[in-house]
């Protein structure tokens, strides 16, 4: 199973992690209003544009696969 058990969309996590890492590195020299980006970024990513839509489009395709329910 590897990376899958822990995340279904581990490119989009990756993503995650870039921007809150890159603001990480950046808080002590940016203002702290900055957490907007990342915060902004995971938002859409959790509940827009990325996993919701690739979880619609999937459970559509194999809804009926026992595999892909577990």
Known sequence: MGLWRF???PNYFGEMMVW??????ALP???VWTITSPLFVTF???RVSG???LE?????IYANDKAYQV
Do not use: E, G
């Open 20 to 25: 809150w890492s890159l603001w990480a590195l």
């Open 51 to 53: 996993v919701p839509l």
């Open 29 to 31: 020299c940016a203002p």
């Open 44 to 46: 859409l990513l959790t």
């Open 56 to 60: 619609k489009k999937y459970d559509a």
């Open 7 to 9: 995340s279904r969309h």
